[in-house]
């Protein structure tokens, strides 16, 4: 079993969409979360930590629920500029701070 | 805003040359990472670095890898002698809290033929 798995997608949806994304992490310990976009060719960069109680920034809205071992997150009102791949990252406690990515999924947003 | 930078952004080398990639992670930043993505594939964990020694490596970083911060500011990835699969773009990264985000810089393209 991949330590983070998330959906294969890819997914395309018209502008306005609401979309989410599903990723599961295998290792109990896993203490920190973190959704990161990568636009082509690019370096990931930073969306949205993820807690406990969820949290929302905008139209971005991520939820954890550890007793699952399952991390979402929820896009509103799609826009263009939203297409990336969305990678799913996950910190072991202890591990000196190293992140586990997922494989990505990747997100096109169409007129 | 601080941000880590990379050079040189493209590498192109022959097999078996030595390459060095360097990062300047954010300056208050104590942790420092090295991963790599082969094109298509998911970012790896190569090295995370803390009070200048190694702190974790994974399989990927073999006797060809290693790593230095040679002075206050500069972190490199040196790969001994490179071979065809060592093709990826390499990225840095670093934070100042191992529990928090990681700040990554743009990436090091490397090419061998």
């Known amino acids: 079993r991949k330590e983070v798995e998330q959906d294969p997608g890819p997914f395309n949806v018209p502008e306005g969409a609401t979309v989410a994304f599903n990723c599961t992490y295998s290792n109990s310990a896993s203490q920190s979360f973190f959704w990161y976009r990568q636009d082509c060719r690019k370096e990931p960069k930073l969306l949205m930590s993820v807690y406990s109680s969820g949290n929302e920034d905008g139209r971005f809205t991520a939820q954890l629920n550890r007793a699952s071992q399952y991390i979402s997150l929820l896009i509103r009102d799609s826009k263009l500029s939203d297409s990336a791949t969305y990678l799913c990252?996950?910190?072991?406690?202890?591990?000196?701070?190293?992140?586990?990515f997922g494989d990505g999924t990747t997100l096109t947003v169409k007129p | 805003e601080p941000e880590v930078t990379q050079t040189p952004s493209h590498q192109v080398t022959q097999m078996g040359q030595e390459v060095i990639l360097r990062c300047v992670p954010i300056s208050n930043h104590l942790y420092f990472y090295w991963y790599r993505q082969i094109l298509g594939q998911k970012v790896e964990f190569l090295v995370s670095?803390?009070?200048?020694?190694?702190?974790?490596k994974s399989e990927i970083f073999d006797d060809q890898f290693s790593v230095e911060r040679p002075d206050g500011s500069n972190f490199t990835l040196k790969i001994r002698s490179t071979k065809l699969e060592d093709s990826a773009m390499y990225f840095c990264?670093?934070?100042?809290?191992?529990?928090?985000?990681?700040?990554f810089g743009p990436g090091t393209r490397l090419t061998v033929l």
């Open positions: 670095f803390y009070n200048n020694e190694i702190s974790e």
């Open positions: 990252v996950v910190s072991v406690r202890g591990n000196a701070g190293k992140s586990t």
């Open positions: 990264a670093s934070t100042r809290d191992r529990e928090n985000e990681q700040f």
